[in-house]
């Protein structure tokens, strides 16, 4: 018996059929010395793709440029030894039936100076800004910003070639793509800058180079967020709107599908409608979406980071949303982490046996 049919129905995107609508969300780990994935990260993976996970996005593994690494232990997706590795675990995922793409991040202003994988390089970020009125590292010249873009196609291509369904660009949380989309940290006065829209073109450099280097057929996502972790509650988009003049310019770049991050997918974004982030993104550009935040959980993950616990919670109101074509794809993150057998058991019903999810899942190691 299939539980939630609407849940467990393929999904197409980009031509690429993903079995059920289950989609790992990136979490970062640091189980991969000197940045290369070992046996045991192909094996975390394959265990969530036999428990029934439709797509996994990976977590954040570091683009081709010294400064986009904070930890020396985060995989890196461009030296031998770790695409190495990364091969064998697209291939564990595929083995245990689930599809898998890697999150492509460049940490910028969040990397303290001095750490990552080459701890002599600057940190960078649009403006040497972490969050406004502090500063940290250096701002970006027009180099920096090509040899970058070039990093992210690079990382793109690479995907293809080690056997991954796709890639996603990590353009949220306040790491470096999303420093150029958010005003606090973005000054230049260069065309990277400006108003919302034209805050985007960085990201619109990427997402171009990405397709030219991959072709029209390779599906690529973009995660985007409101809220920074310097700044929890800010929205750069006020209304939908000023939403839609956000994502055109990514939609027209030829962007496949936003992975739109939230805390709480129950949140509506803005006053007088119910739609959430996910949800007012598929319709202001026709773009599939995927939510995320809280699913099959009582509590949200910055809580979680604090040590606090969460229980098993139902999945009904977002099955409703589901259903309704609200969005197209779920996003789950520490329920995952609890348990990877989590979608199976949704699947099956077996509800009394969801665990609950405690700080020692925070960095889980099986
Ligand atoms: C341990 C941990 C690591 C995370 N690392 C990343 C990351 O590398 N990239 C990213 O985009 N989000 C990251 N996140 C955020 C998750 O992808 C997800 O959006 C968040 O946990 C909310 O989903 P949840 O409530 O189902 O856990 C991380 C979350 C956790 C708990």
């Given at each position: 018996?299939?539980?939630y049919?609407?849940?467990?129905?393929?999904?197409?995107?980009?031509?690429?059929?993903?079995?059920?609508?289950?989609?790992?969300?990136?979490?970062?780990?640091?189980?991969?010395?000197?940045?290369?994935?070992?046996?045991?990260?192909?094996?975390?993976?394959?265990?969530?793709?036999?428990?029934?996970?439709?797509?996994?996005?990976?977590?954040?593994?570091?683009?081709?440029?010294?400064?986009?690494?904070?930890?020396d232990?985060?995989?890196?997706?461009?030296?031998?030894?770790?695409?190495?590795?990364?091969?064998?675990?697209?291939?564990?995922?595929?083995?245990?039936?689930?599809?898998?793409?890697p999150?492509?991040w460049?940490?910028?202003?969040?990397?303290?100076?001095?750490?990552?994988?080459?701890?002599?390089?600057s940190?960078?970020?649009?403006s040497?800004?972490?969050?406004?009125?502090?500063?940290?590292?250096?701002?970006?010249?027009?180099?920096?910003?090509?040899?970058?873009?070039?990093?992210?196609?690079?990382?793109?291509?690479?995907?293809?070639?080690?056997?991954?369904?796709?890639?996603?660009?990590?353009?949220?949380?306040?790491?470096?793509?999303?420093?150029?989309f958010?005003?606090?940290?973005?000054?230049?006065?260069?065309?990277?800058?400006?108003?919302?829209?034209?805050?985007?073109?960085?990201?619109?450099?990427?997402?171009?180079?990405?397709?030219?280097?991959?072709?029209?057929?390779?599906?690529?996502i973009?995660?985007?967020?409101?809220?920074?972790?310097?700044?929890?509650?800010?929205?750069m988009?006020?209304?939908?709107?000023?939403?839609?003049?956000?994502?055109?310019?990514?939609?027209?770049?030829?962007?496949?599908?936003?992975?739109?991050?939230?805390?709480?997918?129950?949140?509506?974004?803005?006053?007088?409608?119910?739609?959430?982030?996910?949800?007012?993104?598929?319709?202001?550009?026709?773009?599939?979406?995927?939510?995320?935040?809280?699913?099959?959980?009582?509590?949200?993950?910055?809580?979680?980071?604090?040590?606090?616990?969460?229980?098993?919670?139902?999945?009904?109101?977002?099955?409703?949303?589901?259903?309704?074509?609200?969005?197209?794809?779920?996003?789950?993150?520490?329920?995952?982490?609890?348990?990877?057998?989590?979608?199976?058991?949704?699947?099956?019903?077996?509800?009394?046996?969801?665990?609950?999810?405690?700080?020692?899942?925070?960095?889980?190691?099986?």
């Amino acid at each position: 018996m299939t539980n939630y049919p609407a849940l467990f129905s393929s999904f197409t995107l980009n031509g690429l059929e993903i079995p059920n609508r289950i989609v790992m969300a990136p979490m970062t780990r640091s189980f991969s010395p000197g940045g290369h994935p070992t046996e045991d990260v192909a094996a975390y993976y394959r265990r969530r793709a036999e428990g029934g996970v439709g797509l996994i996005i990976t977590e954040g593994t570091t683009i081709d440029h010294p400064s986009a690494s904070m930890d020396d232990k985060i995989p890196d997706f461009h030296s031998k030894p770790a695409l190495d590795g990364w091969k064998r675990v697209a291939a564990e995922v595929h083995e245990g039936g689930g599809l898998i793409m890697p999150q492509l991040w460049h940490t910028g202003s969040m990397r303290f100076e001095g750490s990552g994988l080459n701890p002599d390089a600057s940190t960078l970020s649009p403006s040497g800004l972490k969050y406004p009125g502090k500063e940290v590292g250096k701002a970006m010249t027009k180099q920096d910003v090509t040899d970058i873009a070039d990093a992210f196609a690079k990382g793109t291509e690479a995907a293809r070639e080690a056997g991954f369904d796709g890639v996603q660009f990590h353009g949220a949380h306040g790491y470096l793509i999303d420093t150029f989309f958010w005003e606090g940290t973005n000054e230049r006065d260069d065309e990277y800058g400006g108003a919302l829209e034209e805050r985007t073109a960085f990201a619109v450099e990427i997402i171009e180079k990405a397709r030219a280097a991959v072709g029209k057929d390779f599906p690529l996502i973009i995660r985007i967020s409101q809220w920074k972790q310097q700044d929890f509650e800010h929205k750069m988009a006020t209304d939908p709107e000023k939403l839609k003049a956000f994502l055109k310019p990514m939609v027209d770049a030829g962007i496949d599908c936003f992975d739109c991050s939230t805390r709480r997918f129950w949140e509506p974004e803005f006053e007088g409608s119910d739609l959430n982030f996910a949800g007012w993104t598929k319709q202001l550009t026709g773009l599939p979406t995927i939510t995320v935040g809280s699913v099959g959980l009582s509590g949200e993950f910055v809580a979680g980071m604090g040590g606090e616990s969460s229980q098993a919670a139902p999945i009904d109101g977002l099955i409703e949303r589901l259903e309704k074509g609200e969005f197209d794809l779920v996003g789950v993150g520490r329920a995952l982490l609890s348990d990877p057998g989590w979608a199976n058991k949704i699947r099956a019903g077996n509800f009394d046996q969801l665990k609950a999810f405690e700080r020692d899942h925070m960095m889980s190691l099986s």
